[in-house]
């Protein structure tokens, strides 16, 4: 249970001093116990996760590689990364949710980033390109469609894309990809972003928009981080 500080009103983690254990020594307790459980060594998986998740997954491991240089981090975001071409195949696009194919690819991107295979950058790039070509239109002034339904343009697809646009043009230095990610991310300042920093969720053909704060939309404004920092 996390206390939450009566003047901040943001979590307290001043018990977790009351184990004696450092924030990196707790870190690796539950990375060690998470994998013993969960994780399936003959399918390089983890139990119970599905696509979107096995991307979030994926990319803690390479989280944890980033802080740390442990190789065995790595190796594990590897035999991940395999597993989950096993689990989903090659062709992410028949999952019709495009920001879940969007998550992945940014692990994938990170994954080349640090080992520098190419497979793992063509599988990413080819998906994202596949996204980009079936999710971005002019209707509500541009985005990325949420799904392949055409239905709404959501937070959680176009903030990922230009992340991937991002990466996919440091690593090529293609001026298109620089190019897709300023449209998308001028597309979602302009429709679903408030300078307060409220990000709302998503942008339906309706025309009403779902000013829903769903927390993965959400960062830390500048006056919190310095309020949590005092």
């Given amino acids: 249970t996390l206390f939450r500080s009566s ?4 979590p307290d983690y ?3 001093l009351s184990t004696g254990k450092t924030y990196v020594e707790m870190a690796d ?6 994998r013993k459980k969960y994780w399936q060594s003959r399918a390089n998986w983890v139990t119970g996760s599905g696509f979107w998740d096995a991307a979030e997954i994926l990319e803690t491991f390479i ?3 980033d802080s740390t240089g442990r190789d065995d981090y790595l190796e594990y975001a590897e035999k991940y990364a395999a597993g989950f071409i096993t689990k989903n195949g090659s062709n992410w696009l028949s999952n019709k949710y495009n920001d879940d194919i969007m998550w992945i690819t940014i692990a994938y991107l990170r994954l080349y980033l640090i080992t520098k295979n190419n497979s793992y950058y063509r599988q990413a790039k080819s998906m ?3 996204v980009y070509k079936r999710g971005w239109s002019s209707d509500l002034g541009g985005g990325i469609w949420w ?3 055409n239905n709404t343009k959501n937070s959680c697809v176009n903030c990922p894309a230009a992340i991937a646009a991002c990466y996919i043009y440091q690593i090529s230095e293609s001026e298109q990809y620089l190019d897709q990610a300023k449209a998308i991310i001028d597309w979602e300042v302009d429709n679903l972003y408030e300078t307060n920093g409220h990000v709302y969720d998503s942008y339906p053909v309706s025309g009403e928009k779902n000013t829903w704060a769903s927390t ?3 960062g830390r404004s500048e006056e919190h981080t310095s309020e949590l920092q005092s």
């Fill in 14 to 16: 001043s018990f977790c």
């Fill in 7 to 10: 003047r901040t009103g943001y």
């Fill in 128 to 130: 994202y390109d596949g």
């Fill in 29 to 34: 307790e539950v990375y060690a116990s998470f």
């Fill in 63 to 65: 989280d944890a590689y």
């Fill in 147 to 149: 799904t392949t339904d």
């Fill in 216 to 218: 993965y939309n959400q």
